[in-house]
């Protein structure tokens, strides 16, 4: 089955720790993106990256960080700067860089207190 | 900057009806559009893209238009079904921008 899998599913973690995300895809798909939602807002993007070993900030990347060391995987990490953790956070893949249908993973729900 | 804006935020209508979905975008220098479906605590499920150069596509009872020109897409859904309920978003990637602008999606419920 090809698709994109994030896990956990729902993570809960202590305010002033650091939290890794994880994001696979089996797809082949050259482009990975993490994308943050929040209740009333449009999906806000976070980090994304074209090719292995490079990424790109994308509108909201304070507080968070990621990497590209393999094709198939991008994790991200959210860090104790991170001021509004709390949210919905899902994976997307595409083909190529610009102008390709994205497909998303199940999202990951974090939960700081 | 791109801004993309979905009206209305909810909708309900009774099963069986034919319907549509509205998304207006401000800048029409646009590669493509994008309609995808959510489904509560879910991630989203890809429904249609169109390129920029496509007045329409079509999957099954979804029909997407597409004109640039206005800043407009609209999301067509026939005969209805229960099962169709779920948050429909729409996205465009703008020229000279490599990512997705979205709007904050219309609330399907399809009424028994």
């Known amino acids: 089955d090809g698709g994109i899998t994030q896990s956990p599913k729902y993570l809960f973690r202590k305010e002033g720790q650091n939290v890794t995300l994880s994001c696979e895809q089996n797809?082949?798909?050259?482009?990975m993106y993490w994308y943050r939602q929040d209740p009333g807002q449009g999906l806000r993007l976070i980090y994304y990256s074209q090719i292995v070993n490079d990424f790109q900030k994308g509108d909201i990347a304070e507080g968070y960080s990621v990497s590209r060391e393999k094709k198939e995987s991008f994790p991200l990490t959210v860090t104790s700067a991170q001021k509004n953790p709390t949210a919905f956070y899902l994976c997307a893949s595409s083909m190529g860089r610009v102008a390709y249908e994205q497909y998303f993973g199940p999202g990951t729900r974090l939960t700081v207190t | 900057k791109q801004e993309v804006t979905q009206i209305p935020a909810a909708l309900s209508v009774p099963e069986g009806e034919n319907l549509v979905l509205n998304c207006s975008f401000t800048?029409?220098?646009?590669?493509?559009l994008q309609w995808f479906r959510q489904d509560p605590g879910k991630g989203l499920t890809s429904l249609l893209l169109?390129?920029?150069?496509?007045r329409e596509q079509t999957s099954g009872r979804l029909n997407a238009s597409l004109d640039k020109s206005s800043g407009r897409s609209t999301l067509y859904i026939a005969a209805s079904q229960p099962g169709d309920s779920a948050t429909y978003l729409c996205a465009v990637t703008a020229f000279g921008n490599e990512k997705l602008t979205f709007g904050t999606g219309t609330r399907l419920t399809i009424i028994p």
């Open positions: 797809l082949n798909h050259d482009a």
């Open positions: 800048d029409s220098a646009i590669y493509n």
């Open positions: 169109i390129q920029s150069s496509q």
